[in-house]
């Protein structure tokens, strides 16, 4: 069983910002057989807000229960274009370490099924520039699980939902 959290602001911020049709096509995304080359975030921001050096970051995760192991990667991703969309990937010297980690965890699960359990997400920081953003400032996040483009999972949601929620942490960029 796999616990997938595309960009955990997706839970912050209502029904209303959601796209259904993202989220079902992602419900059989296995992060166990994805190309990491292909894997992106993205995340339109407005004026006044920015995603720090290093504040993406993707986890790969899995425990055995019947040996109390457990494999575990966090990847900071790279920022791949600017502008209005800010695009974040596997950095290409993880992509190696990703697949490795890919094929233990496949390899525990033709063992162990029943008792292999994992997580995988996917975390975007956001941090105020200059004065920060207006009031009703609004940010979309967008993801590609394959070659078929980015998605859309939020669009147009209010920066002001995630302001305290830890993914917008309140400070300057560094």
């Given at each position: 069983?796999?616990l997938k959290t595309?960009l ?9 910002s959601?796209?259904?049709a993202?989220l079902?096509?992602l419900?059989?995304?296995s992060?166990?057989t994805?190309?990491p080359a ?8 407005p004026?006044?807000?920015?995603v720090p050096v ?6 790969l ?6 040996t109390n ?5 966090t990847?900071?991703l790279?920022q791949?274009?600017t502008g209005?969309?800010l ?21 525990w699960e033709?063992i ?6 994992g ?6 920081t956001l941090?105020?520039?200059?004065d920060?953003?207006?009031?009703d ?8 699980a394959d ?7 939020l669009?147009?949601a209010?920066v002001s ?11 300057g960029?560094?």
């Open positions: 069983m796999w595309i955990p602001v997706v839970l912050l911020t209502g029904c209303t959601v796209v259904p993202t079902a096509r419900n059989n995304f992060p166990l994805v190309d292909a894997l992106q975030a993205a995340v339109t921001v004026d006044g807000v920015s290093g504040g993406a970051t993707m986890l995760e899995a425990t055995r229960s019947d192991e457990t494999l575990s990667q990847f900071v790279d791949t274009e209005d969309l695009v974040f990937e596997v950095a290409d010297e993880d992509i190696a370490a990703f697949r490795t980690l890919q094929r233990k965890v496949r390899t033709e162990a099924k029943d008792e292999t359990t997580s995988f997400g996917v975390d975007v941090c105020k520039v200059g920060g953003p207006a009031e400032a609004t940010f979309s996040v967008f993801v590609q070659d078929g483009g980015l998605m859309p999972i669009r147009d209010p939902e995630v302001i305290g929620s830890g993914a917008f942490d309140g400070e960029c560094a």
